[in-house]
């Protein structure tokens, strides 16, 4: 056999250009020439192929090569390879009788040949482009809950309506807003309080309310907000205790809020339009005046109900008509502002300081306002011809109501003249209605009309109720609720100015313009006609009333759906058409309660508590999200701060005793019952002595909460295990890892620090314990939260399956591990040096848990560092969104904080491109996390000769460690490195030394230092031939190797198509990353599945080389098979 010569057939045409017109296309120009291998020792020949751009490959000894002419146009040469044998065999003998390497119908797979790396994981997983199409599609990620419990969409065979900010947010926000206190209780509020101290009632009501809807746009943003809005959000932020508690609270305000709209457009209607129509009497008579409410208020409650039951579309189309209303009112009101003259002003009459109700100031009809024995005025204080002293000692006089701007009347205005019921209206003096004096009918206060005030802001979460109807909620909500904000706050500071302004103080404190034949004092300064503002009120405050009765069943549902209070569960379900008719069933029997109570004044600052606490709740949810940094708080809405939130919480609390201390502390009772109650199931006490003893209860506690089950998707943070390694001093040998994990999990959550001890623990409990000080001494050094523990075991990898199973405590354990990269591995003796990371994959893996291999520790930056440049994610496969989280969370952390993030996925031939980039921004988009996205088309899919020597290497030394193996070489590396000299030396490939070995400094010394100093890695890039040269410096003949003739059968074979088709994804998506994410500070990427088998281990470790080199900081990431992200809020 030493006289025998291997012959084989390698055809390489060049690549055609259908761009352009080359001579020479298609042929093929041959020469061949015999390559001999002799274990004599003679020399070797060897024949260069030239392709473009100095690229040149050379073929091992043993190959026939046919020479091909060097190419005109600078186009690539390409390599056509072809096998007969189709053995999926890793080791599989090929027939080497002049067959052709291998051809590309051969390397045919479901996946195309780029992504053969990764067939498994495509296999189970699914490819990139469908998964995106799933997940833009709002099929990917996670639902908050499975069953249809927050979509308010209708049964199958309905369309369902789709709201889009200005009729789903913005509209119904400005019309509850505005309701009813800006028309019948403002310029009362503005008389009572002055225009200082109702402009600081204004700006506080305001303030807490757009501090609110910072926090709630915080939170609406993310992620997708379904049905239920406020209660969704509040629930999803603080739980379910808190969550049904304060959502059973706002579905009473809002349901109680819509009474109090039917009361006031009721109270317009009897007192100002039509008080004909009262069937009990005078409406002046507070008696008479509320059986007419419950009467009226009753009908308008059915009528509306009807209406909501309708559908959302019929209730939008009136919300237009009645903002119409609303907008042609406040326009109507301004222009009587800057329009008002003497000539048709109203006229007020006064005896002395005291304001006369005009049925005293008119005689017969005809305004009067004189002491004439014949007026009204003079038949009601005298008696026989013997008057009042009050009505002798002063005079008459009368006075315009509305004097206009130019009169100063404003000055008059600044100061409070609070009023206790049963006085005059502006004085300390008692009344008597008999004599026309107009009577206080409550104690007003700085608190009391605060109280009552509020529920004019308190519209902001009209537009959230509602969106399950809205077609993108987290967009609208924010967008509609702030503008309806800065709409009604201009239009309430500017009202108090124009009203103290403008119209006489006593008017003001006129509640029921009992001084002008019972008008609505904001009617008499309108322009052209008080009508357009009587009939604009009346509609606007039904169209309130209206959309309170449509958000309310909504909420009311949600709470119902989501099975946390059980008894509610009935009103969870909907008609057809999506309706909530049940939830409106009971919504309007609350409102039906509050109708019945008729009194405004006292229904207003219930409504009040119970907003309030919610918007508390809103606040304290946002300043927790915000604070504790959980993984899922990602929202676009980015002019928030926790301390906005805590100031808007602050303000929430204070109104609420300030407000009225007793109801305050009744829905505090109320929220406390329905919190206690849906936790009591779970609920635990326990009291220990001493603070250690309640410190263990409660650590106890949580523990068994944290255990009851897994956690949600949202918030699904890595709690990592990190294996590290030691050094013979028992000291970490890669610190550096402690300060990547202190990064990447910014104090938050479990961080547990690991390490494995080889030998027995009798022997070495003493090293166990001083390697877990120093552990502990690293962590302290690099700021990590978090817990170290030394494991003693005779095996190392046995011992990391073990740490990898059994780490933490309860629910109080890890879902991620994070191991190092074992430098060094081709050249250390010991297989263990590979043997270790595999299993240690192997069994994350199985354990379905998320793994994180780092290579290039060393270069990763100190805590202390502020990069600058991009993160650039390699979405390969779908992972569960492990790879969307991880950059995330590291730029939460100022190391990474100023880096930009990139998304790349690589599209394959049948995807369509545009649509893959449309689907992942807008994954991202939902995500609410900001990147820049590529796709990329990796068209060139035919394998290339440095691919298949790459191979061809790969297999061979892989074949002789087998060998040398059964043969008991104790001299392995020696012969290894003959092998890889042999099978490559023809090749002149530039090795690179990878860095952070070589940056390890001068102490390295070990043997196993040496071997990793002395590491190289191959760069397709970097390959060039050079002369050879030979060792007197001269160019020369070939490196001359005299292998064992026992290893000639491993140069007879050809590399296995799979592992060609492997190797080609390595080596492709290499180079694409290395052109796209050359000057990356951290590249992130798909780990792709380990072999199943022992053959295959070697190899996999060879593509993981490939596909990583050149890279300075790479992060290999493997999903845990669970989605740990999702759209939701």
């Known amino acids: 056999m030493e006289s025998d010569k291997i012959e084989e057939t390698i055809q390489i045409r060049e690549v055609e250009d259908s761009g352009e017109n080359n001579e020479t296309r298609g042929e093929e120009t041959e020469s061949t020439t015999l390559l001999s291998t002799s274990p004599s020792g003679e020399d070797v020949g060897g024949i260069v192929v030239q392709g473009s751009g100095g690229s040149i490959f050379q073929v091992t000894p043993a190959i026939v090569v046919h020479e091909v002419e060097p190419n005109r146009n600078g186009k690539p040469c390409k390599v056509d390879f072809d096998d007969e044998n189709d053995d999926d065999g890793e080791d599989t003998t090929r027939n080497i009788d002049s067959n052709p390497l291998a051809s590309n119908d051969e390397l045919e797979s479901p996946y195309s040949q780029q992504m053969e790396l990764y067939a498994d994981d495509l296999h189970e997983r699914g490819k990139i482009s469908q998964i995106l199409n799933r997940i833009a599609n709002y099929q990917g990620g996670v639902e908050p809950n499975i069953s249809e419990n927050y979509q308010s969409s209708p049964k199958k065979g309905f369309e369902q309506?789709?709201?889009?900010?200005?009729?789903?947010?913005?509209?119904?926000?400005?019309?509850?807003?505005?309701?009813?206190?800006?028309?019948?209780?403002?310029?009362?509020?503005?008389?009572?309080?002055?225009?200082?101290?109702?402009?600081?009632?204004?700006?506080?009501?305001?303030?807490?309310?757009?501090?609110?809807?910072?926090s709630m746009s915080a939170i609406a943003t993310n992620g997708v907000v379904p049905g239920g809005g406020s209660y969704f959000m509040i629930s999803r932020s603080l739980g379910p205790e808190f969550g049904g508690a304060v959502g059973v609270l706002f579905y009473l305000g809002t349901s109680v809020a819509s009474s109090m709209y039917i009361i006031g457009s009721v109270e317009i209607l009897v007192k100002f339009i039509a008080p004909a129509l009262s069937i009990f009497g005078d409406v002046n008579e507070e008696a008479n005046a509320f059986n007419a409410y419950r009467i009226y208020g009753t009908g308008i409650l059915i009528i509306l109900a009807l209406i909501v039951f309708i559908g959302v579309r019929f209730v939008s189309k009136f919300a237009a008509l009645s903002l119409a209303c609303v907008i042609l009112s406040i326009l109507c009101i301004y222009i009587g502002i800057f329009a008002a003259t003497e000539d048709d002003n109203v006229k007020i009459c006064y005896l002395g300081d005291r304001l006369l109700t005009s049925a005293i100031a008119e005689t017969n009809g005809v305004f009067t306002c004189s002491k004439d024995n014949y007026t009204t005025l003079y038949n009601t204080h005298c008696f026989n011809n013997t008057c009042d002293d009050y009505f002798n000692e002063h005079t008459t006089r009368v006075v315009d109501g509305i004097p206009g701007l130019s009169s100063g009347v404003f000055h008059a205005n600044l100061h409070n003249r609070y009023t206790e019921e049963g006085k005059i209206i502006g004085t300390e003096d008692r009344g008597k209605r008999a004599y026309g004096e107009i009577v206080a009918d409550i104690t007003s206060s700085f608190m009391v009309l605060l109280a009552i005030?509020?529920?004019?802001?308190?519209?902001?979460?009209?537009?959230?109720?509602?969106?399950?109807?809205?077609?993108?909620a987290s967009r609208s909500i924010p967008t509609g609720t702030i503008a309806a904000i800065l709409t009604t706050s201009a239009v309430y500071v500017t009202s108090v100015l124009f009203f103290a302004g403008t119209i006489e103080g006593d008017l003001l404190r006129d509640k029921f313009g009992e001084s002008i034949n019972g008008g609505l004092v904001v009617a008499?300064?309108?322009?052209?006609?008080?009508?357009?503002?009587?009939?604009?009120?009346?509609?606007?405050?039904?169209?309130?009333?209206?959309?309170?009765?449509?958000?309310?069943p909504r909420l009311l549902q949600a709470i119902a759906s989501d099975g946390v209070i059980p008894f509610l569960n009935v009103f969870g379900v909907t008609t057809k058409r999506g309706e909530p008719f049940r939830a409106l069933l009971l919504t309007a029997l609350i409102s039906e309660l509050g109708i019945l109570v008729a009194n405004l004044d006292m229904v207003a600052p219930i409504i009040t508590m119970f907003f309030l606490m919610c918007y508390g709740f809103v606040n304290m949810a946002c300043a927790l999200q915000t604070l504790l940094r959980t993984p899922s708080w990602r929202p676009r809405f980015k002019f928030y701060h926790w301390i906005l939130s805590l100031l808007g919480l602050a303000l929430c609390v204070t109104l609420m005793f300030i407000s009225s201390w007793y109801y305050a502390l009744v829905a505090i009772g109320v929220a406390v019952c329905i919190y206690k109650y849906i936790e009591y199931k779970g609920a635990e006490k326990e009291w220990g002595d001493g603070i250690r003893g309640l410190a263990m209860s409660a650590a106890r506690y949580s523990l068994l909460r944290l255990q009851q089950g897994t956690p949600h998707t949202k918030n699904w943070r890595p709690q990592l295990l990190v294996l590290m390694k030691l050094e013979d001093d028992l000291s970490p040998k890669y610190p550096q890892m402690a300060a990547f994990a202190s990064q990447l999990k910014a104090g938050k959550g479990l961080t547990l620090v690991n390490s494995v001890i080889e030998g027995k623990y009798m022997e070495r409990f003493n090293d166990a314990q001083t390697a877990k000080q120093k552990l502990n001494k690293t962590i302290e050094q690099f700021g990590v939260k978090g817990f170290a523990d030394v494991l003693v075991s005779e095996n190392v990898a046995v011992g990391m399956c073990h740490m990898i199973q059994n780490a933490g405590l309860g629910g109080l354990r890890h879902n991620t591990v994070m191991i190092g990269w074992p430098y060094g591995w081709r050249h250390d003796h010991n297989e263990r040096s590979y043997k270790v990371f595999l299993e240690a994959v192997k069994n994350i893996n199985s354990g379905q848990m998320a793994l994180l291999a780092v290579k290039g520790i060393n270069l990763f930056p100190s805590s202390n560092e502020k990069l600058k440049g991009t993160i650039d994610v390699w979405w390969i496969v779908h992972d569960g969104g492990m790879l969307m989280l991880l950059p995330f969370l590291l730029k939460q952390h100022k190391t990474w904080k100023h880096c930009?993030?990139?998304?790349?996925?690589?599209?394959?031939?049948?995807?369509?491109?545009?649509?893959?980039?449309?689907?992942?921004?807008?994954?991202?988009?939902?995500?609410?996390?900001?990147?820049?996205?590529?796709?990329?088309?990796?068209?060139?899919?035919?394998?290339?000769?440095?691919?298949?020597?790459?191979?061809?290497?790969?297999?061979?030394?892989?074949?002789?460690?087998?060998?040398?193996?059964?043969?008991?070489?104790?001299?392995?590396?020696?012969?290894?490195?003959?092998?890889?000299?042999?099978?490559?030396?023809?090749?002149?490939?530039?090795?690179?030394?990878?860095?952070?070995?070589?940056?390890?400094?001068?102490?390295?010394?070990?043997?196993?230092?040496?071997?990793?100093?002395?590491?190289?890695?191959?760069?397709?890039?970097?390959?060039?031939?050079?002369?050879?040269?030979?060792?007197?410096?001269?160019?020369?003949?070939?490196?001359?190797?005299?292998?064992?003739?026992?290893?000639?059968?491993?140069?007879?074979?050809?590399?296995?198509?799979?592992?060609?088709?492997?190797?080609?994804?390595?080596?492709?998506?290499?180079?694409?990353?290395?052109?796209?994410?050359?000057e990356a500070q951290l590249v992130i990427l798909n780990l792709p599945a380990p072999p199943k088998t022992e053959a295959g281990e070697l190899n996999f470790m060879e593509y993981l080389e490939v596909l990583t080199e050149g890279l300075d900081r790479v992060l290999m990431v493997r999903g845990c098979g669970n989605e740990v992200i999702t759209i939701y809020s």
């Open 900 to 1078: 930009r993030l990139r998304v790349f996925t690589v599209a394959q031939l049948e995807d369509n491109t545009i649509q893959m980039k449309k689907d992942l921004e807008m994954f991202m988009y939902q995500l609410r996390i900001e990147a820049e996205v590529h796709v990329l088309e990796m068209s060139n899919s035919d394998i290339s000769a440095y691919t298949y020597e790459r191979t061809l290497m790969m297999e061979q030394r892989t074949e002789m460690l087998k060998q040398m193996k059964k043969q008991n070489v104790k001299e392995v590396q020696s012969i290894v490195d003959q092998s890889r000299v042999t099978t490559v030396s023809p090749t002149k490939i530039q090795l690179e030394p990878v860095q952070e070995e070589s940056q390890q400094g001068p102490e390295s010394t070990t043997d196993e230092e040496k071997l990793e100093i002395h590491q190289y890695t191959f760069t397709p890039g970097a390959a060039k031939v050079r002369p050879p040269v030979s060792n007197n410096g001269k160019a020369g003949d070939y490196l001359q190797i005299k292998p064992d003739s026992s290893y000639n059968g491993v140069h007879n074979k050809k590399p296995d198509k799979k592992n060609i088709r492997r190797m080609h994804t390595a080596v492709r998506l290499n180079e694409v990353i290395i052109e796209k994410s050359h």
């Open 161 to 214: 309506v789709k709201l889009g900010t200005l009729l789903g947010v913005y509209l119904p926000t400005i019309q509850n807003i505005f309701g009813v206190l800006l028309f019948i209780r403002m310029t009362w509020i503005v008389g009572m309080a002055g225009s200082i101290e109702s402009m600081g009632i204004v700006v506080i009501c305001c303030c807490t309310t757009f501090l609110t809807a910072i």
């Open 453 to 472: 005030y509020f529920p004019s802001v308190t519209g902001i979460m009209a537009g959230s109720n509602r969106s399950g109807d809205l077609a993108d």
């Open 524 to 552: 008499k300064l309108a322009w052209p006609n008080e009508w357009v503002i009587l009939i604009g009120s009346f509609l606007s405050t039904l169209g309130a009333g209206l959309q309170s009765l449509t958000g309310a």
